[in-house]
Nanobody, 119 residues
Framework: QVQLVESGGGSVQAGDSLRLSCTAS????????MGWFRQAPGKEREFVAS????????QYGNSVMGRFTISRDNVKNQVHLQMNNLKPEDTAVYYC????????????WGQGTQVTVSS
């Protein structure tokens, strides 16, 4: 089992920045990658970014590329999402997720943290 706790959400103005953090505990030795997803009201869950645990290879969703940066701290079992130049359309609940070795999909999820961007 892996437990994930997100922090850092809040309400900001358009153009502001926020940094989300996610701390993993439990069976973290099996982590292959960690990622962030988001879900806005009435919309499907959307991929935001991911990073592989061993080599730090990153991927980003098209809507956040160039504005968001994902990073990891292997010692603290943390992943961070630096969000710059936030837009109202970034408003959503942001979820941290873990994909374990040998698993093709993200199989552990956090409770989510709300990000609200007003114009």
């Amino acid at each position: 089992q892996v437990q994930l706790v997100e922090s850092g959400g809040g309400s900001v103005q358009a153009g502001d920045s926020l940094r989300l953090s996610c701390t993993a505990s439990g069976r973290t030795s099996s982590t292959a990658s960690m990622g962030w997803f988001r879900q806005a009201p009435g919309k499907e869950r959307e991929f935001v970014a991911s990073i592989t645990w061993n080599f730090g290879i990153t991927q980003y969703g098209n809507s956040v590329m160039g504005r968001f940066t994902i990073s990891r701290d292997n010692v603290k079992n943390q992943v961070h999402l630096q969000m710059n130049n936030l837009k109202p359309e970034d408003t959503a609940v942001y979820y941290c997720a873990v994909r374990e070795l040998g698993i093709e999909t993200f199989n552990y999820w956090g409770q989510g943290t709300q990000v609200t961007v007003s114009s």
